[in-house]
């Protein structure tokens, strides 16, 4: 089998901000026809998604997504998991017209995906198990001596839960250098701004306590998180890695921006075309 490394991976700063803005147009356009999915949240992490799959950090193939020598992205906060859905159309890994049918009755794409989602590696209902799962896949690459590696998404509300520190430890202790953690951190969880809720500051802080690799950058700066995850890669520490990407939950509809239960909120036809437009 012939590896792949994202065919996209020369692409200019300029086309991956044109593959963006596409993701962002049609993430929205599908909560239109499905307004369960949680839009908020999947706004928030798409230039993330797009340098990993667009900017050559990944490892795949579309065409046989179970390539034993692939990289593996967990969207552990599946609940923003449905912006992965334009983008793995888009590269092939299943075909574009799924995405009219998201959550209908006959389609294996909905609000929250799962592994049978070709690209999905894992079902994600439940939210802290993803950093887990990796580490296991972490361990089993390493035993089997396969330099791929693992790539987790977690929100930052996810940090509530405890399983996701004892990942955090045991990645640490067993120096699992072939982990990357990513943090959607938007500031708001599903019940207002975390800061009000459980504050995570100085977050950046506490991953570096724990022997983790930390950077962080603006989330939503293409330029800068290719930038910043390249220079991660590249440096062998011997330690897991995680990169606190800052976001804007909702992020392109100013509404959604602005609303600290925008979670939970869904947009109207009228509200959705009128934003299509302006994206």
């Known amino acids: 089998m012939k590896t792949v490394v994202c065919k996209t991976g020369t692409q200019t700063i300029a086309a991956l901000k044109e593959k963006a803005r596409s993701v962002r ?12 999915i949680r839009l908020a949240s999947s706004l928030s992490n798409i230039e993330v998604l797009t340098v990993l799959y667009y900017g050559g950090i990944l490892r795949f193939d579309a065409k046989n997504p179970c390539w034993e020598k692939r990289d593996r992205f967990i969207m552990s906060k599946g609940h923003g998991g449905v912006s992965l859905y334009p983008i793995l159309a888009d590269l092939g890994f299943f075909r574009k017209d799924e ?16 592994c049978i989602v070709p690209g999905f590696e894992t079902t994600n209902g439940s939210l802290g198990h993803g950093l887990g799962v990796a580490c296991g896949m972490a361990v089993a690459l390493r035993i089997k001596k396969i330099p791929s590696r693992v790539f987790v998404m977690v929100g930052d509300g996810e940090l509530y839960e405890g399983a996701v520190w004892e990942a955090v430890m045991f990645a640490a202790h067993h120096k699992l250098d ?11 969880c599903m019940l207002d701004y975390c800061r009000k ?7 950046a802080d506490k991953f570096t306590v724990f022997k983790w690799e930390t950077r962080s950058v603006d989330g939503h700066d293409i330029e800068e998180i290719l930038s910043v995850m390249r220079e991660l890669l590249e440096k062998p520490t011997g330690r897991p890695k995680v990169l606190i990407a800052n976001t804007i939950k909702g992020k392109g509809v100013p509404k959604l921006e602005a609303d600290p239960l925008c979670h939970i909120r869904s947009l109207t036809h009228d509200e959705i075309e009128r934003i299509i437009k302006e994206i």
Do not use: M, Q, W, Y
């Open 25 to 36: 147009k049609e993430t929205i356009r599908i909560h239109g026809l499905s307004p369960e």
């Open 178 to 188: 072939n982990v990357v953690l990513i943090v959607d951190n938007n500031t708001k």
């Open 99 to 114: 995405l009219n049918k998201v959550c209908s009755k006959d389609s294996f794409l909905g609000a929250i995906p799962d």
């Open 197 to 203: 809720v459980l504050d995570l500051e100085p977050l």
